[in-house]
């Protein structure tokens, strides 16, 4: 009886561990599923807060755009409203700009451990005075601009745009230039320093002068355009044409004819145009090339056409004058169908080579023998005529040998 009360007891036990081995692995099941979900939860508050965040970050940087954006109109309200008296805010905030490092330095020399006050007083009135000459400079330059988009074609009359002319006013061509020269000296002070002057010959300074002149980097739109003019007439010259430079001697009434070129049978009317290779000329060069041969004609009493109706034929029927467009770009496909309409010859992609820039020149009245350097008083009036021994030629030795000297300045009474 004892052993079955033990079997019983045994097997209830048994039966008891199993229950609670079940109850305890079911708990623990349970515990991993809520810890499964309260992973999932945390991954779900971690992505809710970073939508959040990115929400937030992109409000902000809306914010930001919409801030900049009504800054921004704020602006250029105040430009449009500025406009007529030439952009003051613009200029000023400039000035400040280019002043502010000179008030830092000056605070900094006050507060030092061995303040320097009076240099700072003085760097602060420098300051001031940059501040000043900036607006004044910047307000001047605006206004150009504003010009300039306007009008255009004011770039063309004057040469050259406002950074050109802001490059020639403040890179002088050549630092260590002569710069007491009167209106009486002698031009070739501008490429030589006092050293210079004095201890080399005559010969040796307008030699020197020249070479400078030549390689100088700092010419203006207008200079180098007239030296692609002089480049084009000696071509002309050495073809046995004689050249008139009407463009350098007229100036702004030159009507379009920069050079007109004669010679038996064969006049030519000829624009230059030494523009930049990115450029194109248009159609209202062509026109203005036709129209001055007319007022040329005209001048000169030929007679043109019998009627209105025979324009373009009429002017394309003369035999001894024609308009010429020389340049060194190319032109746009509607001004080549001008000119081929109007009989205009074009001439594109012209470069300035080496050339021999000194005019021999021959007096008529005495028989005087003179050489002209490119920025003596003279060079575009006086022409070469080879059949009476003028000539071209590269050096003043050269001219000199042939016997030539160099021409003076006339100064009137």
């Known amino acids: 009886m004892s052993g079955s009360w033990l079997l019983l007891l045994t097997l209830a036990a048994l039966a008891l561990t199993a229950l609670l081995f079940k109850t305890v692995r079911n708990k623990e099941d349970k515990i991993r599923c809520a810890e499964r979900e309260i992973t999932l939860l945390r991954n779900e508050i971690a992505d809710a807060r970073n939508a959040h965040a990115e929400l937030n970050d992109r409000n902000q940087l809306n914010l930001k755009l919409i801030a900049?954006?009504?800054?921004?109109?704020?602006?250029?309200?105040m430009l449009v409203k500025e406009k007529c008296i030439q952009f003051p805010w613009l200029a000023n905030a400039r000035?400040?700009?280019?002043?502010?490092?000179?008030f830092r330095d000056a605070e900094w020399l006050s507060n030092k451990k061995h303040p320097a006050l009076t240099a700072a007083e003085t760097l602060r009135a420098y300051a001031r005075r940059i501040k000043e000459s900036e607006f004044k400079f910047r307000i001047t330059k605006y206004r150009i601009e504003f010009y300039e988009k306007l009008f255009p074609w004011l770039v063309e009359i004057s040469g050259d745009d406002i950074e050109a002319l802001i490059e020639k006013v403040t890179e002088p061509r050549n630092k260590n230039a002569i710069i007491d020269a009167d209106d009486h000296d002698d031009p070739a002070k501008e490429w030589l320093n006092k050293n210079e002057w004095a201890t080399l010959s005559v010969s040796e300074r307008n030699q020197k002068a020249l070479d400078r002149w030549i390689s100088s980097r700092n010419k203006s739109a207008w200079e180098i355009g007239r030296e692609f003019e002089r480049f084009v007439g000696f071509r002309l010259e050495s073809e046995g044409f004689k050249v008139e430079y009407f463009g350098a001697i007229k100036g702004f009434e030159d009507l379009g004819r920069d050079i007109i070129a004669n010679r038996p049978g064969d006049i030519r009317v000829i624009q230059c145009k030494f523009w930049a290779r990115h450029k194109r000329i248009h159609e209202k060069h062509v026109y203005q090339t036709f129209g001055t041969v007319v007022d040329y004609a005209i001048n000169k009493n030929i007679e043109i056409v019998a009627n209105q109706g025979e324009l373009f034929s009429g002017v394309s029927k003369l035999s001894e004058i024609t308009p010429w467009l020389v340049t060194s770009t190319?032109?746009?496909?509607?001004?080549?169908?001008?000119?081929?309409?109007?009989?205009?010859?074009?001439?594109?992609?012209?470069?300035?080579?080496?050339?021999?820039r000194i005019k021999c020149n021959i007096s008529y009245r005495g028989g005087e023998k003179i050489y002209h350097l490119p920025f003596d008083q003279n060079y575009d009036r006086t022409g070469i005529d080879p059949g009476r021994g003028e000539k071209y030629v590269y050096t003043v030795r050269e001219a000199e040998n042939k016997g030539f000297r160099r021409a003076w300045k006339w100064r009137g009474n």
């Open 68 to 77: 900049a954006a009504e800054a921004n109109i704020n602006d250029l309200e």
């Open 330 to 356: 190319q032109l746009s496909p509607r001004a080549h169908e001008a000119a081929k309409l109007l009989g205009v010859k074009i001439v594109e992609n012209v470069e300035i080579g080496n050339y021999p």
């Open 95 to 102: 000035a400040d700009l280019e002043s502010d490092k000179m």
